[in-house]
């Protein structure tokens, strides 16, 4: 790989979701905020929702470690399960077992029990849901029941339910309004604009061991950022294979031909000024080619008259 030719330490551009190289800057930064001082007021319900490949699940794992030892976090990453699935779940990561053959009620008394014995502590129970958009409805009705756990004072379990743009669409159905009204708190994943995104890439290579100069040039990242359209995700995979392509021939920086094969090798992306030339071009040749054809039947029918 390239990483002694670039003088790094470790790969830059992975597409885990790697808390090290969490940026803190724009929407990451004021969601990180909302939810951490959401969590401390203790609200019931908080929404965190954003596109594919914005980073949420990176970023609710930065919060999981930045949690203090007042909270007991449950993290259930797929939540296409059922409501006994997601019980014995949240039972096993609030620190104790249950018999998978009670019944619902049982559990969840089991469960309420264990949340008043963490708030006697003076602990906050969290539930992260990632991936909310794909949960069922008797999970997502399960969980507001849940949320009806309290005492006079505070609830006993929060919930922050992390989605795509499609958990909106889930939660404007009339079967779970309900559960919307309970949103307390809700934050909003954006791209990155070039700006943003320059400091991005330099964040995730300094983090990287980088110290050198510039591992790619200004027209570099601005091919990458329009591809890209500033999503994280699509901005880690054209910055890695623009450094594996400047890497083969021994360059010591990735320029517009090392972005522009990385683009053209990856699924997905595209350059809208080039998109925009191209159905220009499609276009301008469908009436072209009209014309042309009308100019040579209106040729032949004179010349056949004359």
Known sequence: MYLSHFGLREAPFGITPDTEFFFARGSHQDAFNTLLVALRAGEGFIKLTGEVGLGKTTLVRKLLNELGDEFVTAYIPNPY?????????LAEDLGFTTNASLTLERITRAINKRLLELAAEGKSAVLFLDEAQALPHDSLEYIRLLTNLETEKAKLLQVVLVGQPELDVRLAERGVRQLRQRITFTCELQPMNY???REYVDHRLHVAGHHGGMLFTPAALRLVHDASGGVPRLVNILCHKALMAA????????????????IADTEGVTLPWRQRLRDGLRAYAVPAALALVMSIGLAWLIGGRL
């Open 81 to 89: 399960i059922s409501p006994k699935a997601m019980q014995l779940g």
């Open 247 to 262: 890497y083969g021939p021994g360059l010591l920086r990735a320029d517009e031909r090392e972005a522009l094969a990385a």
């Open 195 to 197: 700006r943003t995104m």
